[in-house]
């Protein structure tokens, strides 16, 4: 049984690409794994953040994740800043790394355009806070998107160096990226990742959206002018995008919907794909709301932070002695 672990930021409602692309994906994980799920709160603060909103935005986020069919049974779901072992890894692994590797990762890069003025320090600090969230558990597995390969690779790196340097203590993870629905492309830019940040609202779809809503959207969506429903990513961004969704959401192949749909142009086809993400958000959206202002989903939190506590002390522990912190006798 492998050990998985992967940690999303309440930092808004999820969209149909967070859905197909990851959490979709960790259902089926969780069968034969044992899945660590967290609410990456202490990332969200790297950027300014309302206390009212980021609260709401980690009960919303928890929801979601068992609406979709996440069992606290089989998997251990936790809000990261009730694990205080999170940030005192963290803080050791940042004694690890060099500012370098530091400042070459992209998404800091990306973030600080313009200047570094006023720029939180944690944007930069933030990689050896997500290596310390796989490595308290040690992980064997982390699932995620292309855009987040250099901070797994990063991980991997701060994994050998303080094994290499002080004991054998943490495992080096392995990156899986899902390949069905992995990249789910903007409604508007097909040739962009779908963001839940993005502008325009058009272009992607919440996992809260109303059916009305999601219908519209997927009609709405760009294609081409020529109506042929054909799978060409290069050529025909805007529709392969759209045979993407359509056939995760029905579980019919890219191949057998572009049979179907031969000779019969855009409109059907957008019709269709937008029922079939209806009846996969509905049952969702129904159990969520079911979940939200639950004295249920504050049980499972509670158990949760209690199991992952349990786990990441136990490693905490092995690398404060390893680094020679603290009273061996009185480690506890």
């Known amino acids: 049984m492998a050990v998985i672990f992967s940690g999303i930021q309440p930092s808004g409602t999820l969209t149909l690409g967070n859905y197909l692309g990851a959490l979709k994906h960790f259902v089926d994980l969780q069968e034969e794994n044992h899945c660590y799920f967290c609410i990456v709160d202490e990332h969200a603060i790297t950027m300014p ?33 009730e694990v205080p072992a999170h940030t005192q890894l963290g803080w050791m692994l940042q004694c690890v790394s060099y500012i370098g590797e530091l400042e070459r990762m992209t998404q800091f890069k990306d973030k600080s355009l313009g200047g ?100 519209k959207k997927i009609k709405s969506a760009v294609t081409d002018s020529e109506g042929i429903v054909e799978y060409d990513p290069e050529n025909k961004p805007g529709i392969s995008n759209l045979l993407t969704i359509y056939s995760v959401c029905s579980g019919r ?12 142009g855009y409109g059907d086809f957008k019709t269709d794909a937008g029922e079939a993400v209806v009846q996969v958000l509905e049952p969702i959206q129904e159990r969520y709301y079911a979940l939200l202002e639950s004295d249920e989903l504050d049980d499972i939190l509670d158990d949760g932070a209690e199991k992952a506590n349990l786990s990441a002390q136990k490693t905490l522990r092995k690398a404060k002695k390893a680094m020679g912190l603290g009273r061996v006798h009185r480690n506890r």
């Not at 909103?53 to 779901?77: E, F, H, M, W």
């Not at 192949?253 to 031969?262: H, I, K």
């Open 49 to 81: 953040q309302d206390r009212l909103k980021l609260r709401d935005n980690i009960r919303s986020l928890a929801a979601l994740y068992l609406a979709v069919g996440i069992d606290p049974k089989k998997s251990t779901l936790f809000i990261q800043s």
């Open 116 to 215: 570094k003025e006023g720029v939180s320090s944690g944007l930069l600090t933030y990689p050896p806070l997500m290596a310390s969230d796989i490595l308290l558990y040690q992980t064997d597995i982390v699932p995620v998107g292309e855009d987040q390969k250099q901070h797994l690779e990063l991980t991997r790196n701060l994994a050998e160096r303080f094994n290499n340097k002080y004991n054998d203590i943490f495992t080096v993870p392995e990156v899986s990226i899902p390949t069905s629905g992995s990249r789910i492309m903007s409604l508007q830019q097909p040739t962009k990742k779908m963001s839940k940040s993005d502008d325009n609202q058009k272009a992607f779809i919440s996992m809260l959206d109303e059916p009305k809503t999601i219908r």
């Open 253 to 264: 192949s890219v191949e057998q919907l572009v049979e179907a749909y031969n000779n019969k």
